[in-house]
């Protein structure tokens, strides 16, 4: 007795599309970019985010054979930018460039955000892990962490320690740090670096935690005194101050990082396409040397990398938060 298989229509349709979708989403990458790139970045022009997007726009032109724009959407610690990437066609035209903050603190912070980290987004690539560091004003006689917690312990607590903003990663640092040295402090929270800094400068708080390059310039003029570097090694620019866990605080470790996304979905080929023109471009010598001259270490990740240290610091930053029950 001879069976006879039949296929229906539909289904012979349905199974030319499962043969036919690696080869589409091939092509698909060949031709990318069919039109401007819009790396979309959540914070105003003249940040360190914004300043690294645009650095990677210079070369990625040349690198993926299309014009690359870069695309301020600000508002709301840069939801506002990734919900309209996270909205986007999943064509690799529409990116986002973002930070550690954006990603994983903010989930955990305020409001609920109108798309998930994970869910409504395809990592690309890390491009730089930037380090926070404890600095104090000159008239506090603390020359290294050791000395400022014993400082903080006999004030009972009356010591100001700044930061931009609430839920900030200089703001967990110092919670980290809190709770490794058993300490207390009057946190001060800023809208921004640059009134941050204004206050710093002129004495009226005692400490603040920040990322290195807006400090840059006055730890050199003497202006702030740098103390301790919130991360696992040491800055290039500052290779004579030591991090916290040199110093005896451990887990008191807080880098930010800036990283490539697009929205969910986006085909594997385009995802390998951008991940290697991204490596390419920040593996440049003046590209290299102008992100670490602001501070900033260079990344050559894979998208699985990037994947693995959001999910990572979700967890991380999700359990301090709910712990120390910070909430805007």
């Known amino acids: 007795m001879k069976f006879a298989m039949k296929i229906r229509p539909c289904g012979l349709a ?13 092509v698909i990458a060949q031709n990318f970019p069919s039109k ?11 940040g360190p985010a914004d300043y690294t997007a645009r650095l990677l726009a210079e070369k990625l032109p040349a690198l993926l054979g299309g014009n690359v724009i870069v695309e301020n959407r600000t508002g709301a610690n840069a939801t506002i930018g990734a919900d309209f990437v996270a909205k986007s066609p999943p064509d690799g035209h529409t990116l986002f460039f973002t930070t550690c903050g954006a990603m994983a603190i903010s989930p955990h912070i305020g409001a609920k955000l109108p798309y998930d980290p994970q869910r409504d987004f395809t990592p690309i690539a890390q491009v730089v892990t930037a380090y926070s560091t404890l ?16 400082l903080a312990r006999a004030s009972k607590g009356q010591i100001t320690m700044a930061s931009t903003g609430i839920g900030s990663i200089p703001h967990l640092a110092q919670e980290l740090l809190k709770t490794s040295a058993k300490i207390d402090l009057v946190h001060v929270p800023y809208k921004g670096a640059g009134p941050l800094i204004v206050d710093a400068i002129g004495g009226q708080i005692s400490s603040f935690v920040l990322d290195v390059t807006p400090q840059l310039p006055h730890i050199k003029a003497g202006k702030v005194r740098a103390i301790g570097i919130a991360g696992d090694k040491r800055v290039p620019l500052l290779p004579d101050v030591a991090t916290m866990a040199e110093q005896g605080f451990k887990n008191v470790e807080a880098p930010n990082w800036y990283a490539m996304f697009g929205p969910a979905k986006l085909p594997r080929p385009l995802v390998e396409r951008l ?16 992100l670490i001259s602001t501070g900033a270490d260079p990344v050559l990740s894979s998208p699985e990398q990037l994947a693995d240290l959001l999910a990572r610091d979700l967890a991380k930053w999700g359990k301090l938060i709910r712990d120390n029950n910070i909430t805007e």
């Not at 349905?14 to 091939?26: D, I, M, V, Y």
């Not at 401007?36 to 003249?46: A, N």
């Not at 991940?275 to 102008?290: H, L, T, Y």
């Open 135 to 150: 600095a104090v004003h000159p008239s506090l006689p603390a020359k290294n962490v050791k000395e400022f917690v014993a």
């Open 275 to 290: 991940n290697d023109a991204v490596r390419k471009a920040i593996a440049m010598p003046d590209i290299r040397e102008r």
């Open 36 to 46: 401007p790139v819009r790396l979309v970045v959540g914070f105003p022009p003249g």
């Open 14 to 26: 349905a199974l030319g599309t499962w043969l036919l979708l690696p080869h589409a989403t091939a």
